[in-house]
């Protein structure tokens, strides 16, 4: 596996444990920890859920964008990436050509409960009556292009927590033993 300036990056649905494994990730290979999410709301001096409701969704992924430019560029980094940062095609093309880029994935079912009686300022979720259809529709959307950028697949669905599966991917990481029993692209 070529690893790209060393960086790892986290690409996923929302609940999918881009910020909860990425930080134990982190901790298991050395690396610092970066999540986009809040990197963004510092730059804008605003909470994603304002600036969605103030600027809109276009305006967001703009912003997302530029600042995703410089993420990408640090080293020796995990980062978890905002859940729709997959969306545009040169975000996809940045990721790919700066780091070494892991699908969390997790079923719709598994999202929402996850996410269930969390507080949720989760723009795209925040005004849903039914969470699991949004998570359903989100996902059809979604998951061909996190799986389009990833170069691997790694499934957080089971029945651990994210700290056992950081230190499995961590372990699989270190050893190049990427994925016997997980998924791997195209697979």
Known sequence: MKLHRGNFFLVGMMGSGKTA?????????????????????AFAKQSIPD?????GEPYFREL????????????????ATGGGTVLREENQENLCANGTVIYLHA??????????????NRPLLSD??????????????????YRKAAHYIYETSLQKTFFEMAKDLSERLKTNEMFSQKMKKGQ
């Open 21 to 41: 494994l990425g930080r134990h990730l982190a901790v298991f290979l050395d690396k610092a920890f970066v999540d986009a999410d809040n990197e963004l709301e």
């Open 51 to 55: 600036i969605f409701n103030h600027k």
């Open 64 to 79: 997302e964008t530029l600042l995703l430019d410089d993420l990408v560029r640090r080293e020796n980094i995990v980062l």
């Open 107 to 120: 079923t719709p079912e598994m999202l929402t409960e996850r996410l269930r009686g969390v507080e949720n």
């Open 128 to 145: 849903t009556v039914d969470m699991l259809a949004r998570q359903r529709e989100l996902y059809r959307i979604r998951d061909p292009l």
